[in-house]
Each structure stands twice: as C-alpha cells, then as structure tokens.
C-alpha cells in the first residue's frame, strides 16, 4: 500500500510546538491595511494557537 501523503496546505500553513497544540498565523492582513488600524495590523503579526475544536481536524490533515 502506498504511502499516505499529507496535504501541502496544511503543511504550509501550520506547525507543531514542543507541546503538541498547532500554530497559525492570524489573517487579515494581506491587503487594504489603510483601512486597519496600528494597533490592529500589529496584533494581527502576531501567532496564535488553533482552537481546541479544529485541532484534531488539522492533525489529520498533517498526518500527526
């Protein structure tokens, strides 16, 4: 049986940390950031975790 790949997206998209939960980047933050804020576009540079609820939908997708 051939191997199961994981999808290039997700890999992408996410990483792991030491402890296991998956780290995103925020969104919001690709164009019209004349609109936005300071304060909100410096927020938005910042990672942030997956929620609880679609972690292990995103471990699938990796293959974790």
């Given at each position: 049986m ?35 804020s ?27």
């Amino acid at each position: 049986m051939p191997k199961v790949k994981s999808r290039g997206g997700a890999k992408k998209r996410f990483s792991v940390t030491g402890t296991g939960k998956i780290k995103r980047e925020k969104a919001f933050r690709s164009h019209i950031l004349t609109s936005k804020s300071k304060k909100r576009k410096r927020k938005l540079r910042q990672s942030t975790l997956v929620s609880v609820a679609d972690q292990k939908r995103i471990m699938k997708l990796m293959h974790i």
